[in-house]
């Protein structure tokens, strides 16, 4: 670390690499958000009253040019999360370290932060300025980020060729004038024009038609490895995250249920609510239909979750020392589950044949 | 699946050559051009497609849920022998509701947040029923133990607000289902709730459709759950059902090239990593301005000069599978290799194990 330190005081480009490739691009320590509700006057006066809580202690890591894709359904505090790392909100608590350094702190003040972190939200035409034309759009960025005006909207005209929107036609034009998908396109193309390290992608193609998201996937693969990106993938759909992610993390409620590589988390989900998650997938098999619903009823409130495991309400699995303690993330094998069943001595029934399995293997 | 006996009974819903054109804009909108149309009773219909393919307006078409005076609808719609485009304003009161009634994608919309649930579903039953109000509360009840809501005597007096997505749209099949009625309208029904929700609410409307005999028109964009619940597939494209038959045979055996395409287009199950998808270039055409030809000549794989010329009829594939397209011997060809790809990489697969 005081390496580090000492780079920085003889100004090289903040950029560079720490601690090689192995060194992950972002920690997140412990990060908390709740939300407030109003509260009564009596309320104010005590100091108490109901707290959303929207993220509650989550800590995950992202590798330099991986895509780390989150999955989980409203209310699990995925969209809070990614509005957390971009510092669009506040954090309750806890730290995010990017490239070594930790965020809003003296060697990474937010604004430069930012320009490392670029986010492409889903509703494409709310997140774009209607009175400016798509080219302006995509050249303001550098600019506020001290890039000269003529250089900026040659980096704009690039970027929409990129994205296969000819500048020539669209350069000009209003994002009223252009389909939900070359709206994406363009929103893609804006958070690529500061030259960021790490793209926050927040149910980017949810809202597109299967036919353009294939379109805007195929092209969200080719800019990574052409510009080297890290992606952060939010999404509600299983397959896409799956298609898509090198690792994939499971959430619920405002915790981390389950991390892990892509393949081996949807070929054997360890988390009782990842097998129910995947299992609620439609099979696209007209002779295998779904004949029972894996869970009963809706996620629970974050409001007042539920006390101990956060999904003991709705598992299949859920013993009495379930409501009572809190499982915490445990690794095994590039793996984490925050599941009692995987953690040795946790006082559920299944932890010890699981700790068995585990010794014979 | 006892479609081919049902058939034999006149369909409760047909639709002929159904034109929808919207005046309200610079230029008129053709949204619906020529659809045709027939659910059996007990049977239920997916009709698939993007958005701006024509499926919402098709379906709200069945309900006449358009604005009269900016709307063009031609054609003919009979549902349960009721001619709809012809009924009076308190005549179609009467058939909404009774004979058809509709379920929505966003409930919190669709119902009325100043009265409790109960009330609603009340006010609907004694609207078209001479019975007290005791009396239809009780229905209520029942509607909502059929709907499986948990302490259903509680919920009926919750605001629609109160209640959790997944509750809501249980709420709103209950009041689609006060009067008894025969055909079910479904648009996007679990489009907006989660995917362990989702397939709660599909696994309902398959049970609801078998114990009520409901004919069902499922409007949707997601094949997956189309396939949970359909017992046939229209799949729909620029105005027009381009491709329509029983779902095993649609699913496994699509033969227009849009079809065909969406299904390739899916990131689906274990995907080789780093694998292309296969995109439809191009986007949908616009409806102020249609082609003569094909609408989906200018983004197919298989386009020939004859395309461009004039609007394919249907083709018959038989056992009801028909398609709308010249080249349905291109795409035959072309499920066929896939297939056979997809057994070699099997064996392949199989091999190196």
């Known amino acids: 670390m005081s390496i580090g330190i000492s780079i920085e005081h003889i100004g090289v480009a903040a950029d560079s690499d720490r601690g090689g490739p192995a060194q992950p691009l972002l920690t997140v320590n412990g990060l908390v958000k709740h939300f407030d509700l109003k509260k009564g006057f009596v309320d104010t006066v005590m100091g108490r009253g109901k707290v959303v809580r929207a993220v509650d202690g989550v800590d995950f890591r992202i590798l330099k040019g991986e895509t780390l894709g989150v999955v989980g359904e409203s209310g699990c505090g995925k969209s809070t999360t990614a509005r957390l790392l971009m510092h669009l909100i506040d954090p309750s608590a806890g730290e995010i370290v990017f490239n070594g350094e930790t965020v809003g702190s003296p060697a990474l003040p937010l604004r430069e932060y930012r320009r490392q972190v670029q986010m492409v939200f889903q509703d494409s035409y709310s997140s774009l300025n209607p009175r400016l034309t798509i080219q302006d759009s995509i050249a303001f960025g550098p600019q506020v980020h001290g890039v000269p005006k003529q250089e900026a909207i040659t980096r704009a005209r690039n970027l929409l060729e990129r994205v296969g929107l000819e500048p020539r036609r669209f350069a000009g034009r209003y994002p009223h004038e252009l389909s939900g998908g070359q709206r ?27 036919s353009v998201e294939a379109q805007v996937l195929n092209l969200l693969m080719d800019l990574k490895e052409e510009f080297g990106l890290t992606y952060l993938f939010i999404s509600h759909d299983l397959h896409v995250a799956r298609y898509i992610s090198d690792r994939v993390m499971v959430m619920y409620l405002g915790k981390v249920a389950e991390t892990g590589p892509a393949e081996a988390l ?11 998650l995947l299992s609620s997938m439609p099979s696209m098999d007209p002779d295998r239909r779904t004949e029972e619903a894996a869970l009963a009823g809706d996620p629970p409130n974050p409001i007042d979750p539920p006390p101990g495991c956060r999904f003991h309400t709705r598992c299949p699995l859920a013993e009495a020392v379930c409501s009572q303690r809190a499982p915490s993330l445990k690794t095994r094998q590039r793996r984490e589950t925050a599941c009692l069943i995987h953690e040795p001595g946790s006082g559920h029934s299944h932890a010890a044949a699981v700790a068995a399995a585990v010794h014979a293997s | 699946m006892n479609t081919a006996s049902r058939a034999d009974s006149a369909p409760i819903v047909s639709v002929r050559d159904l034109r929808v054109t919207f005046n309200g804009g610079k230029k008129p909108v053709s949204a619906v051009n020529g659809v045709d149309l027939s659910v059996a009773r007990g049977e239920t219909v997916a009709l698939i497609g993007e958005s701006g393919s024509g499926k919402s307006v098709t379906l709200r078409s069945l309900l006449r849920l358009h604005p009269e005076r900016r709307t063009r609808i031609e054609g003919r719609i009979e549902v349960a022998g009721e001619d709809v485009l012809a009924l009076g304003s308190r005549a179609l009161a009467d058939y909404r509701g009774r004979v058809a009634s509709m379920i929505f994608q966003e409930p919190l919309l669709a119902l009325d947040p100043v009265y409790t649930v109960g009330q609603q579903i009340v006010e609907s039953i004694r609207r078209h029923e001479r019975i007290s109000p005791a ?16 302490s259903p005597e509680r919920r009926l007096d919750a605001y629609p607000h109160e209640m959790s997505g997944g509750m809501r749209q249980r709420a709103m099949i209950a009041l689609a289902l006060a009067c008894r009625p025969q055909v079910l309208l479904a648009d996007e029904p679990t489009t907006a709730l989660d995917a362990t929700v989702q397939i709660q609410i599909l696994l309902l409307l398959r049970e609801l459709q078998r114990e009520l005999g409901l004919a069902i028109v499922f409007v949707t964009h997601d094949m997956g759950a189309a396939v949970e619940v359909a017992d046939r597939f229209a799949v729909m494209y620029a105005g027009r059902i381009v491709e329509e038959g029983p779902t095993r045979e649609v699913i496994r055996n699509p033969r227009h090239p849009y079809t065909l395409a969406l299904m390739q287009a ?14 439809i270039p191009g986007a949908p055409p616009d409806l102020a301005q249609l082609p003569t030809g094909c609408a989906f000549a200018e983004r197919c794989t298989f386009v020939q000069p004859a395309c461009l010329q004039s609007r394919p009829e249907a083709v018959e594939l038989g056992g009801g599978h028909r398609a709308r397209c010249l080249r349905t011997d291109a795409t035959a060809q072309a499920v066929a290799q896939s297939a056979r790809a997809t057994a070699n990489t099997s064996i392949l697969l199989t091999e190196t194990a």
């Open chain 2, 135 to 150: 009396e239809a509360r009780k229905r209520a009840l029942e509607l909502f133990e059929r709907v499986r809501i948990p």
């Open chain 1, 266 to 276: 949807f070929e054997q989900p360890l988390h009782p609510y990842t097998r129910a």
């Open chain 2, 266 to 279: 899916r990131a689906d199950g274990a995907m080789e990593k780093g694998a292309r998808l296969a995109s």
């Open chain 1, 184 to 210: 994406q396109r363009v929103n893609i193309a804006r958070a690529l024009a500061c030259e960021p390290r790490l793209v926050i992608l927040d149910e980017a193609v949810s809202a597109l038609d299967k």
